[in-house]
């Protein structure tokens, strides 16, 4: 009921989520046929259905690297992850991970749930990666090496400055934007982008979701996770799990924009990378995870829920991103219409009002200079026109028939 409800509301949802849907599903019945392939493809739908889902805008032997460099990423990521290691075992792990690769034999055993089984069975990992060209490998290899050794550091030592968070979203999301640069032209399908872009892009989506999984870290057991920088957080309070009290309520928001704006710098950069693509399927792949970002950063900003549960763009606006985000116009539309909705929360009363709005207006103004505005539907524009529930209703049937009927259909 409340599905239905969400698209009485939201109707134009409805065609994007059948579509979604249903690729989904295709993703499914296309994983290949190798026990390791299909290890490496079936995991990456569990560890995270976005990113498995933007995938598949990649051509097939680039999909196949950027898989695998997600996934030895992701494996990293979980022994750094697991606050039950003891840190005199965890390092070496993290600074030898980048020859582990290499080795099918090699495993470790540590997270939980599918990350768990994503480290049993990591030997499928190792076998697909070396059957991947030797660009490939070069750059999966040269980034899990720089990444691990940051990771090490940070293990030792704590997130206290601004710098200190640049530096650490650098070692754990600004090297993926650079490995990822390095995967595109490897490919032959783009220019090496410049390492300060790339960087901005990682940056831009690791600092939303250390925003948005405040909640999540601090209460992660048996140790937090602290990412938010010192240098901004205890303005505000004295130990960064106050923010979580109802009686700093007051504190947290403010504390929550200050970080928000903080991402925010990032935005034009961002811009400027996606500006410079030339393949389509490429510029798919790093669009929608960007527009999610602005789009999460924006019902974040000024938002008590960050800090009382989980807060996240609803899915059929995650379907429509995916959906309609086809060209640079997109990109520009989307970006002014989640900057818009983040400009109409500011209070002027915030500390940080003046830097927040400054930001924002500056990206507005690089949309409205592209010309891309009027040229596509917005995000926001006029969604008040009255839809008959009736019809809607009916609508939604049919659709459904045919999700039905497509799902039945043999393969061919």
Known sequence: MGALSTMLKHPDDIYPLLKLKIASRQIKKQIPAEPHWAFCYTMLQKVSRSFALVIQQLGTELRNAVCLFYLVLRALDTV????????????PILLAFHRHI??????????????KVLMDEFHHVSTAFLELGKGYQEAIEDITKRMGAG????????VE???????????????VGLGLSKLFHAAGKEDLASDSLSNSMGLFLQKTNIIRDYLEDINEIPKSRMFWPRQIWSKYVNKLEDLKYEENSEKAVQCLNDMVTNALIHMEDCLKYM??????AIFKFCAIPQIMAIGTLALCYNNIEVFRGVVKMRRGLTAEVIDRTKSMDDVYGAFFDFSSILNSKVDKNDPNATKSLSRVEAVQKLCRDSGALSKRKSYIANREQSYNSTLIVALFIILAIIYAYFSASPRI
């Open 102 to 115: 290499y080795d099918p034999e090699w495993h470790f055993a540590c997270g939980t749930n599918n990350y």
């Open 80 to 91: 750094e992850d697991d606050t039950s290691i003891a840190t005199d075992v965890k390092v």
């Open 151 to 158: 990771m090490a550091k940070f293990i030792m030592k704590e």
């Open 275 to 280: 500006a410079a693509l030339r393949d389509p």
């Open 161 to 175: 400055t601004i710098d200190d968070y640049d530096e650490y979203c650098h070692y754990v999301a600004g090297l």
